[in-house]
């Protein structure tokens, strides 16, 4: 499908890409992976023909139609639903023309003319049902749903949404085009948790023939929708089987690879130069001294990888003791505007415990972190924080209130309290990767992601044992992600934690808050379990069937009795999904040890008479993993399948409601 040869380009000065070449065939997912600046952005406005490179080619195969998500802020006249059909301009096309003809066909006398109107027009039509025009409305609708947005959004302007929303438009209209290779540019940056599953979701889902590429720093959004992984570094495009974490194995075991045979090299270089220093004015010796000397001269240098450096590594300060209970939620309502976001709301947090807060863009999860704050006064009920506890919260504005004229270490400087140190407040800032003389460096000068770090010290010097972070994950590339879950993993204190980024989630919470429906309620599963009935959901509100005003029921009404109906099975199902989750567990560590002991097995050195007393062990043990893992597959089907039967009975049960 694509063929890229020999590409070479310069930007500022600076090549970006280095005589790169890459195959991409139909239906491949490839993840494209480097460094900030590297030129990932820049090889997809190549591959899009939006720029020329300066050596090489970019052959397509006849007739593909490519599709790019930029990141730049769509703008238009139109409706949000029109906007989007305009992503099939055949279809839109095709729609017009035929308006034109009907319009001539009633002022057309019969006549040659009018024969060869009504002749175009049935072409029209026949091609309209192959591109199933009736649907369109209906289709399109279900991508906007699943990206957030509300069936009364469908007929109002573009111009009326903000920057973000107007981004998630332009991913519905690449979506709802019928392209066949995908170029998507960092899709989830504009996207909440919910509608970031959806979309991986429907990326697994999409058809056979369909390419795509994407650029995300979200390590988890990559491995759930890619299945080959391509690296851009130092200007070369090196291309891997599978998705982000098997191109980890592979590189892995690539660099040990190499650094052994650089090893191996280096050993035998040096007997043979050796051999030549001992020998060389012997005469008796001089063929072999010869020998070893051609022998150096045509050993090739092997090839190494160069190792960048160790992954970052954040860490928080311990947070000064508090009561145990460290938040009480009483009864606590807020509304905006006239609409209620929540009502009577009762929850508590303890000493150390990392809560997610979850639900759909607009549900009221900034709010609900804002009152915990004190930064938002509740319209009823209260928030009754804990003995000695003390509450920070990091959202967007802590970057925005950073003083730009300010060097790092001074920004940290007048956020701590007086008694805290110079060597203090370093050994603070180099736990968040700010050592050295990078601490007088300017904020106008920070990065994004340093500017988070930097705001992220700020809190910790207030003497927070009650994080509220709000997307703390934007602007951090993969290794300060990675570096930012960890650190929150170990973090001894408690935690509220709003983030799409799904590693980091499940990495760092114990359990969600769910905010949905006018509620704020404590969720008994897992994020996988939670994202899957959101999934489902959109799947029945958001069809062609109640996109077009045809329910009998309100949309709010029916979302209430959903939600309630299967808030019911999941508490009758608890200690099911708990055992299952557990079995699950189980297995994956079975099938782990069995896969090691098949490898030893499969060892001819382990028939040897020296080993015989453990072949015998590991047989053994070969025997009762086998029949472990059998036990725990069936159980696990029985589960999976009783399961299933109640998830089927829920979803007869919805049918009807929404009957």
């Known amino acids: 499908m694509l063929t890229i040869e020999k590409i070479t380009k310069n930007l500022g000065g600076r090549r970006v890409l280095d005589q790169a070449d890459l195959v991409v065939h139909p239906g491949e997912r490839v993840g494209l992976i480097g460094p900030n600046g590297a030129g990932k952005t820049t090889l997809l406005r190549l591959i899009a023909q939006e720029t020329d490179a300066d050596e090489g080619a970019i052959r397509m195969r006849g007739g593909v139609r490519i599709g790019l998500l930029r990141q730049e802020i769509l703008d238009g006249e139109y409706t949000l639903l029109a906007t989007t059909l305009a992503g099939d301009e055949e279809l839109m096309t095709l729609r017009d023309e035929r308006a034109r003809i009907e319009a001539d066909l009633l002022e057309e006398r019969p006549g040659p003319h009018h024969e060869e109107l009504a002749a175009r027009m049935g072409e029209i039509d026949l091609r309209l049902t192959t591109l199933e025009s009736h649907s369109a409305e209906g289709r399109a609708a279900v991508i906007l749903m699943g990206l957030g947005f509300a069936p009364q959004d469908l007929e109002r302007p573009l111009a009326n949404f903000s920057g973000g929303w107007r981004m998630r438009a332009q991913l519905a209209r690449l979506l709802f085009s019928r392209a066949d290779l995908l170029l998507l540019d960092e899709p989830t940056n504009h996207l909440d948790l919910e509608s970031a599953a959806w979309l991986e979701n429907r990326i697994r889902k999409s058809p056979g023939g369909l390419a795509m590429i994407l650029v995300s720093h979200d390590r988890s959004f990559l491995n759930r929708t890619t299945n080959i992984t391509v690296e851009l570094e130092a200007g070369r495009l090196s291309r891997f089987a599978g998705p982000f974490d098997a191109w980890l194995e592979q590189k892995n075991a690539l660099m040990e690879s190499l650094e052994k045979n650089a090893a191996r090299q280096g050993k035998r270089r040096e007997e043979l130069e050796c051999f030549i220093r001992r020998f060389r004015a012997k005469a008796t010796k001089a063929r072999q001294v ?370």
């Open 290 to 659: 010869q020998s070893r000397v051609k022998m150096l001269e045509k050993m090739a240098p092997v090839a190494t990888v160069t190792k960048g450096p160790p992954p970052p590594r954040i860490r928080f300060p311990v947070p000064p003791a508090c009561a145990r209970e460290v938040l009480a939620i009483r009864r606590l309502t807020k509304g905006y505007d006239g609409r209620e976001l929540f009502s009577g709301v009762n929850l508590t947090l303890e000493r150390g415990e990392k809560v997610g807060v979850v639900g759909i863009n607009g549900a009221g999860k900034s709010t609900l972190l804002k009152l915990i704050a004190g930064e938002a006064v509740a319209d009823a009920g209260e928030v009754i924080p804990g003995e000695r506890v003390k509450v920070a919260r990091f959202a967007q504005h802590a970057l925005e209130s950073l003083n730009p004229d300010k060097t790092v270490l001074e920004s940290a400087a007048e956020a701590a309290p007086d008694q805290f140190g110079l060597t203090a407040l370093r050994t603070l800032l180099g736990g968040l990767l700010f050592s050295g003389e990078a601490v007088e460096t300017r904020v106008a000068n920070l990065s994004g992601g340093e500017r988070v770090r930097l705001a992220l010290a700020r809190m910790f010097l207030s003497g927070a044992n009650l994080l509220l972070l709000d997307e703390p994950a934007n602007h951090l590339d993969m290794a300060a992600r990675a570096a930012l879950e960890e650190a929150l993993t170990d973090y001894p204190g408690a935690v509220l934690l709003v983030t799409h980024d799904r590693d980091l989630m499940e990495a760092a919470c114990d359990r969600l808050w769910v905010v949905a429906g006018g509620k704020v309620v404590a969720w008994e599963g897992g994020l996988e379990d939670y994202l899957a009935n959101v999934i489902r959901e959109e799947r029945a509100f958001a069809s062609p069937a109640n996109t077009e005003g045809g329910g009998t029921r309100d949309a709010r009404e029916l979302r209430r009795l959903s939600a309630q109906t299967r808030d019911r099975m999941r508490r009758e199902t608890a200690g099911q999904r708990a055992r299952l989750e557990k079995l699950e567990k189980s297995i994956a560590l079975l099938e782990g040890e069995q896969q090691d002991l098949q490898a030893g097995l499969a060892d001819p050195d382990a028939y040897a008479a020296a080993s015989r007393e453990g072949l015998k062990e590991k047989l053994t043990r070969a025997g009762q993993v086998e029949q472990a893992l059998h036990a725990a597959m069936e159980e696990w089907e029985a589960l999976s399948l009783a399961l299933a039967a109640c998830e089927a009975a829920v979803e007869e049960e919805l049918a009807r409601l929404r009957a």
